[in-house]
């Protein structure tokens, strides 16, 4: 049995939404986690974790505290949660989504996991439940997420999300294409929201508007989205990116990936998630894709790609 999850990249309003301000993201289904259930011989017993993409097979103790790995940590977080002992099979992890790029690779491959352990076990997971066992893993990486990663990814869907509010989809009215476009920095997370906060502490009066913008962004963004104006969304993007760079979480290389897509003909472009490093997105029409690829590449970024949000049916 086969199960997986797919990437993820946020269009509006990363960070401000750790703060309470609504943020927009979409999934990338052309990138994917995938996780395997596989029967053991008769003689085998317990849960066995198959990394394949990195080699590695682990046994998995839920008792065994010791082994700080990521994946026999996620998938003692998955057995917890789900307040069973783990079931006689090899789950086979493989991925797609590049790692610590800001594409919610960590999410992708918990949620594929989940489902995996969850069917070996006989479970039953609603997405709700599903929704609440990403988030908590996600908790014990990043500290303080927002919920936004594991939301997009585990419900497949474009999303208007803000923070202890209920779930809402975002119905989308036009097809938009968009290049995503690899910094290749690695993307630090974690770091980046704890030096946020501690900026947000010490000059609240600084940081607090341009949050406050963003939130703006993001709903103007939503209305454009659901209304179908695909031009509107552009400038919105390159805003948001300009006021994310004013809180110091771009970078000098995502700014001039962001240049070199808006100066080869995208209608807008910003980092996507963390930021400092990871990936940025650019809007275009589909006609202009080729040019902004190539301008892309030629100022600098690695493992470029192509993705459509489709229009909702
Ligand atoms: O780097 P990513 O893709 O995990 O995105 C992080 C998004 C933030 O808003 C910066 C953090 C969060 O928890 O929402």
Same mark, same amino acid.
């Given at each position: 049995?086969? %199960?997986?999850?797919?990437?993820?990249?946020?269009?509006?309003?990363?960070?401000?939404?750790?703060?309470? /301000?609504?943020?927009?993201?979409?999934?990338? %289904?052309?990138?994917? @986690?995938?996780?395997?259930?596989? *029967?053991?011989? *008769?003689?085998?017993?317990?849960?066995?974790?198959?990394?394949? &993409?990195?080699?590695?097979?682990?046994?998995?103790?839920?008792?065994?505290?010791? $082994?700080? &790995?990521?994946?026999?940590?996620?998938?003692?977080?998955?057995?917890?949660?789900?307040?069973?002992?783990?079931?006689?099979?090899?789950?086979?992890?493989? #991925?797609?989504? *590049?790692?610590?790029?800001?594409?919610?690779?960590? @999410?992708?491959?918990?949620?594929?996991?989940?489902?995996?352990?969850?069917?070996?076990?006989? $479970? !039953?997971?609603?997405?709700?439940?599903?929704?609440?066992?990403?988030?908590?893993?996600?908790?014990?990486?990043?500290?303080?997420?927002?919920?936004?990663?594991?939301? $997009?990814?585990?419900?497949?869907?474009?999303?208007? %999300?803000?923070?202890?509010?209920?779930?809402? =989809?975002? =119905?989308?009215?036009?097809?938009?294409?968009?290049?995503?476009?690899? #910094?290749?920095?690695?993307?630090? !997370?974690?770091?980046?929201?704890?030096?946020?906060?501690?900026? %947000?502490?010490?000059?609240?009066?600084?940081?607090?508007?341009?949050?406050?913008?963003?939130?703006?962004?993001?709903?103007?963004?939503?209305?454009? +989205?659901? #209304?179908?104006?695909?031009?509107?969304?552009?400038?919105?993007? !390159?805003?948001?990116?300009?006021?994310?760079?004013?809180?110091? $979480?771009?970078? @000098?290389?995502?700014?001039? +990936?962001?240049?070199?897509?808006?100066?080869?003909?995208?209608?807008?472009?910003?980092? #996507?998630?963390?930021?400092?490093?990871?990936?940025?997105?650019?809007?275009?029409?589909?006609? /202009?894709?080729?040019?902004?690829?190539?301008?892309?590449?030629? @100022?600098?970024?690695?493992?470029?790609?192509?993705?459509?949000?489709?229009?909702?049916?």
């Amino acid at each position: 049995m086969h %199960f997986s999850a797919p990437a993820k990249v946020i269009l509006f309003g990363e960070h401000a939404v750790v703060y309470g /301000k609504p943020a927009i993201a979409v999934p990338v %289904f052309s990138l994917r @986690a995938n996780a395997e259930v596989r *029967p053991h011989p *008769p003689h085998q017993r317990g849960l066995i974790v198959e990394a394949a &993409d990195l080699n590695r097979v682990l046994p998995i103790n839920i008792d065994d505290d010791l $082994v700080d &790995d990521a994946l026999a940590v996620t998938a003692r977080l998955v057995l917890a949660a789900l307040n069973t002992t783990p079931p006689d099979v090899t789950v086979r992890l493989t #991925s797609t989504i *590049p790692i610590a790029s800001g594409l919610g690779s960590g @999410a992708a491959i918990t949620t594929a996991a989940a489902r995996a352990i969850a069917y070996a076990s006989g $479970v !039953t997971l609603t997405p709700e439940r599903l929704n609440e066992i990403v988030y908590e893993v996600e908790k014990h990486y990043h500290g303080t997420p927002s919920g936004i990663d594991n939301t $997009v990814i585990v419900y497949e869907q474009p999303v208007y %999300f803000r923070r202890n509010h209920p779930i809402e =989809s975002l =119905s989308v009215a036009s097809d938009i294409t968009l290049i995503v476009a690899d #910094s290749g920095q690695p993307s630090p !997370t974690k770091a980046v929201v704890s030096d946020l906060r501690r900026r %947000f502490q010490a000059e609240p009066d600084i940081v607090q508007p341009v949050l406050d913008h963003m939130g703006a962004i993001a709903e103007a963004a939503r209305q454009h +989205l659901m #209304s179908g104006q695909i031009h509107e969304l552009g400038p919105l993007m !390159t805003r948001n990116h300009h006021h994310l760079a004013a809180l110091g $979480v771009s970078s @000098a290389r995502l700014d001039q +990936l962001v240049t070199a897509s808006l100066a080869s003909g995208a209608l807008g472009a910003k980092l #996507s998630g963390g930021g400092r490093g990871g990936n940025m997105i650019a809007l275009v029409q589909p006609g /202009k894709a080729a040019t902004v690829i190539e301008g892309l590449r030629s @100022a600098g970024a690695v493992n470029i790609f192509k993705t459509e949000v489709k229009r909702s049916c």
